[in-house]
């Protein structure tokens, strides 16, 4: 496939990963796109602005799912959310690079796909300060705690598995992070530096991983 690799960035919810990405949508102002989902009419208010929308029929999106079609997917408020194969693709035909944010099942999916994008996971520099940061959430899925913790704790040595991500940050000081994240991602300002009008675009996931955990 034709086009800049593209940037998976993954990690247990409130690892901080909308954090560091919205540093980069702002530091790269101009040069991030926008992101491309494919929600179910009738569609809820989009999760931002930004976000472009690409409908399809219940049917079509079923059988897109079962030919294996999506990385991602799931079902909101009775709407079905997913990010296809085909949609990164189109992002890469248009020399952009797509980042996306996607669960440990997504990272699973993608690596049964050619988009051999680059693999990095955000990781909380532990559980005890990941409850802190995340304990709005919580409140709000109190009875699927349990399941989260055990996702979290999967997701953190899941994360250690060779091979598995090229790069394994550790969220602790955020500053520092973002820094090892601007290196991972280094591949992609050596090839927008050089001229190839590779602009980086943020795809975001069905965004709700959280709910389902
Ligand atoms: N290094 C850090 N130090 C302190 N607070 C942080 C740090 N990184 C993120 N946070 C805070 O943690 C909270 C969760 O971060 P964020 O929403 O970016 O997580 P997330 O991984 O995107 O979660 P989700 O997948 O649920 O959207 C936010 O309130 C954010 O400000």
């Given at each position: 496939m034709a086009g800049p690799r593209p940037v998976v960035l993954s990690g247990p919810s409130g690892a901080g990963k909308s954090t560091l990405l919205k540093r980069l949508l702002n530091d790269y102002e101009g040069v991030f796109g926008f992101s491309v989902s494919r929600p179910m009419?009738?569609?809820?208010?989009?999760?931002?602005?930004n976000t472009d929308y690409h409908f399809v029929s219940r049917e079509e999106m079923e059988q897109g799912i079962r030919n294996g079609e999506f990385i991602e997917n799931a079902v909101f408020s009775g709407n079905m959310y997913g990010t296809s194969k085909a949609a990164v693709q189109a992002v890469q035909a248009k020399n952009q690079i797509c980042i996306l944010d996607i669960d440990m099942q997504g990272v699973k999916n993608i690596k049964k796909?050619?988009?051999n994008p680059i693999y990095i996971s955000i990781q909380p520099p532990s559980i005890e300060i990941l409850n802190l940061y995340d304990i709005q959430t919580l409140q709000n899925f109190v009875e699927s705690l349990s399941k989260r913790v055990e996702a979290v704790l999967a997701g953190g040595q899941l994360?250690?598995?060779?091979?598995?991500?090229?790069s394994v940050i550790i969220n602790d000081d955020l500053k520092e992070a973002y820094g090892q994240l601007q290196g991972a991602l280094s591949e992609v300002s050596v090839q927008h530096d050089a001229g190839c009008k590779h602009d980086l675009l943020f795809v975001s996931n069905v965004g709700l991983s959280s709910v389902f955990l």
């Amino acid at each position: 496939m034709a086009g800049p690799r593209p940037v998976v960035l993954s990690g247990p919810s409130g690892a901080g990963k909308s954090t560091l990405l919205k540093r980069l949508l702002n530091d790269y102002e101009g040069v991030f796109g926008f992101s491309v989902s494919r929600p179910m009419p009738p569609p809820p208010p989009p999760p931002s602005s930004n976000t472009d929308y690409h409908f399809v029929s219940r049917e079509e999106m079923e059988q897109g799912i079962r030919n294996g079609e999506f990385i991602e997917n799931a079902v909101f408020s009775g709407n079905m959310y997913g990010t296809s194969k085909a949609a990164v693709q189109a992002v890469q035909a248009k020399n952009q690079i797509c980042i996306l944010d996607i669960d440990m099942q997504g990272v699973k999916n993608i690596k049964k796909t050619d988009l051999n994008p680059i693999y990095i996971s955000i990781q909380p520099p532990s559980i005890e300060i990941l409850n802190l940061y995340d304990i709005q959430t919580l409140q709000n899925f109190v009875e699927s705690l349990s399941k989260r913790v055990e996702a979290v704790l999967a997701g953190g040595q899941l994360c250690k598995e060779p091979g598995l991500f090229d790069s394994v940050i550790i969220n602790d000081d955020l500053k520092e992070a973002y820094g090892q994240l601007q290196g991972a991602l280094s591949e992609v300002s050596v090839q927008h530096d050089a001229g190839c009008k590779h602009d980086l675009l943020f795809v975001s996931n069905v965004g709700l991983s959280s709910v389902f955990l």
